[in-house]
């Protein structure tokens, strides 16, 4: 079922449509970008009737995508055709590899993104660890009682940064 094919290991059935109805799903496993920091090179991309799931080697659910949330990371050949009177999805390509390298596509941003996002809570988790503030480790927010504490220590952070931008 799976051949390999310029780097993508495919698993795609023979037809293209994936009707929102069945329960027909498959897997595909995609190396992505290995430049990205604290991400595995390797994901799975299990294709449901209702959204595209990106797990982790552990099979752990990463990010849902939903066929219809797919315009807002870049969908710009239209290989995906969403019919949403008949509840179907349909691929506009039948090539396998085709539509394996547009879903990297979004893998692509999504994890850009998921960086950008890592990136941001450690370093305010740095800056709330100088002043003994507590960060809920879920949202990247400072607790309800260090909120004003934190939105202070944020204001003496940008005096410091004008203050290095004049010198």
């Known amino acids: 079922m799976g051949n390999k094919n310029n780097g993508y290991t495919l698993g795609i059935p023979d037809s293209p449509t994936v009707h929102r109805k069945t329960n027909r799903s498959w897997k595909l496993t995609v190396n992505y970008c290995p430049n990205i920091e604290h991400i595995t090179n390797e994901c799975i991309i299990e294709l ?93 927010r400072p607790t309800k009682l260090d909120k004003r504490m934190f939105e202070l220590m944020d204001n003496e952070g940008k005096k410091e940064r004008k203050k290095t931008k004049k010198h």
Do not use: M
């Open 48 to 140: 449901t009737p209702t959204q595209i799931l990106l797990k982790n080697k552990s099979k752990k659910i990463i990010k849902s995508i939903s066929y219809y949330d797919l315009d807002r990371y870049g969908h710009k050949e239209n290989i995906l055709l969403l019919d949403i009177s008949k509840n179907v999805c349909k691929f506009h390509s039948t090539s396998a590899d085709e539509i394996v390298k547009e879903i990297n596509i979004y893998i692509h941003q999504i994890y850009i993104e998921k960086v950008k996002v890592i990136q941001e809570r450690k370093e305010k988790r740095h800056k709330a660890n100088k002043y003994g503030i507590a960060i809920n480790k879920s949202t990247g």
